[in-house]
């Protein structure tokens, strides 16, 4: 696995330079010598050519010219720390869509049970505002009945 921390201190080091770093001088200052840390160093930096922010002389000596595209860049580190940054966006706006499906959920429940109350608490109204009415036409039912019965 690739140090993103080691990685950023290279490429700041070619934007600081602005123009080239010596690639030997480097890995020997940031990591002293040592077979094995050269061939980090040395992937560190095929790693900053692949990604097209830098790219070696021609003759290999000096390690690197730094891009236009890898002066704009703002490191390895903050890249990772802004894909992170994004999946928890996704993950939290995914949350909020759940919570607003299970709102208007409960929303349209609400409303349905208001329909059904307004619908009784009319019923209930007329008959609260009519009940003379309503006797009145079950007395002359009942009235009607006992003349037609007779």
Not at 104 to 129: A, F, G, H, V
Request: charged share 30%; with cysteine.
């Amino acid at each position: 696995m690739i140090d993103y921390i080691k990685l950023d201190n290279l490429l700041n080091e070619l934007k600081q330079k602005n123009t080239s770093v010596d690639f030997n001088e480097f890995c020997d200052n940031t990591w002293r010598k040592s077979i094995e840390t050269f061939k980090i160093c040395r992937l560190l930096a095929q790693t900053l050519v692949d990604d097209g922010y830098a790219t070696f002389t021609p003759n290999n000596s000096r390690l690197i010219l730094l891009t236009g595209k890898g002066a704009k860049f703002k490191g390895y580190v903050q890249t990772e720390h802004d894909k992170q940054l994004a999946n928890d966006e996704e993950k939290e706006i995914e949350k909020f869509k759940k919570q607003n499906l299970i709102l208007s959920n409960e929303k349209m429940e609400y409303e349905k049970t208001i329909r059904r109350l307004q619908k009784k608490l009319t019923i209930s109204s007329l008959l609260k505002n009519w009940w003379w009415l309503v006797v009145a036409v079950i007395s002359l039912g009942v009235i009607i009945g006992k003349f037609l019965l007779n």
